[in-house]
């Protein structure tokens, strides 16, 4: 997939089939309309796209109006956007900034110098929600009305439900934030991961006898937080079994070399030898969090945490073990 910055890139094709959206977390609903998108495309002979933004535009405005607590926590980063994204079949992806004077574009503006002068739109697939423009003014009828006197066709798509739940991001979340991790790979049609590169701490976890891989975010309000049982991949051929910590540690100084910052920290229940201390350095990995152990928990001092890793250590063998145990009872009755 060809991921282009801004309008009228160098290289972006002159015509496509389009959807607009943010995507995060790119789950089941959105899977649906980008299988449309790409069989449309096909039809017409022009790539699909996807128009996606940065900031997502209610980060934009939780900002500029100074409340913090208007910005929708983070299913996903860029990065693994982009990826499921192209996993989807996507063949171009256009990143815009949204700002202020995007915020303020008029809708019969978006239509004229983004969908035909910027990216040629031929096909334009939307939600049943969908609304753009300055104050959302335009809407579904605004734009089917554009394309017949601009040349571009319009569709729209319905909500998309997985056993009479309605598929959305807010859902999503809403089963993060619960720590239903089989409710979210529902959701999403694959287990919840995060990826990155593995990055510098304060190794703390060397002086507490537990090397961790530690992935920092830009974004400050994951959907997602507390401790789980873990797989990574990245680090070889096999996925490593783990557990992580995603959140702010509450028992440390927000102070430190971290900031106070998210981070993703995991600890790999058997460390790769062969990788050695600094192995993991700058390797980009993606642990998938696939049970909820507990919320983030303050001890009082550092022995405590060492006894709260080995306690989490134990209960993520444990999981990991009854997990095995029930794949093999399934390969049992499957063979009988």
Avoid at 19 to 42: C, K, P, S, W, Y
Avoid at 120 to 145: I, T
Avoid at 179 to 190: F, H, N, S, T
Wanted: net charge positive.
């Amino acid at each position: 997939m060809n991921v282009f910055r801004g309008l009228n890139p160098p290289g972006i094709a002159a015509n496509c089939a389009l959807t607009i959206g943010n995507f995060d977390g790119v789950h089941r609903g959105h899977q649906a309309m980008l299988a449309l998108l790409n069989n449309e495309a096909r039809h017409r002979g022009v790539p699909s796209c996807v128009m996606t933004f940065e900031p997502h535009p209610r980060d934009f405005f939780a900002a500029s109006q100074r409340k913090p607590e208007l910005a929708p926590a983070r299913i996903a980063t860029l990065r693994d956007k982009l990826t499921e994204l192209a996993a989807c079949g996507v063949q171009q992806c256009v990143v815009l900034r949204f700002n202020e004077k995007f915020a303020s574009q008029q809708p019969e503006a978006f239509i004229e110098d983004v969908l035909v002068a910027g990216l040629g739109a031929r096909y334009v697939l939307v939600g049943d929600d969908f609304r753009f423009g300055a104050r959302r003014a335009g809407d579904y009828r605004m734009l089917d009305e554009a394309g017949g006197r601009r040349g571009f066709d319009v569709a729209r798509m319905n909500s998309y439900e997985v056993h009479g739940l309605r598929v959305s991001s807010s859902a999503v979340r809403e089963a993060l934030v619960r720590g239903d991790m089989a409710g979210v790979g529902a959701l999403l049609g694959r287990p919840y991961s995060i990826s990155g590169h593995v990055v510098h701490g304060r190794k703390l976890g060397r002086e507490l006898g537990f090397h961790t891989l530690n992935l920092r975010f830009s974004h400050w309000k994951p959907a997602a937080s507390g401790i789980f049982a873990v797989k990574v991949h990245g680090l070889g051929d096999e996925a490593l079994e783990g557990v992580a910590n995603l959140g702010v540690r509450p028992s440390l100084d927000p102070t430190d070399v971290n900031g106070g910052r998210v981070l993703l920290e995991t600890h790999c229940l058997q460390w790769p030898a062969a990788l050695g201390a600094e192995g993991a350095y700058g390797k980009i990995i993606r642990v998938e969090l696939l049970h909820k152990l507990h919320d983030e928990l303050r001890y009082a001092s550092l022995d405590d945490l060492k006894a709260g890793i080995a306690r989490d250590c134990e209960a993520a063998r444990a999981f990991f073990a009854s997990t095995h145990a029930e794949t093999r009872r399934q390969t049992t009755r499957d063979r009988i």
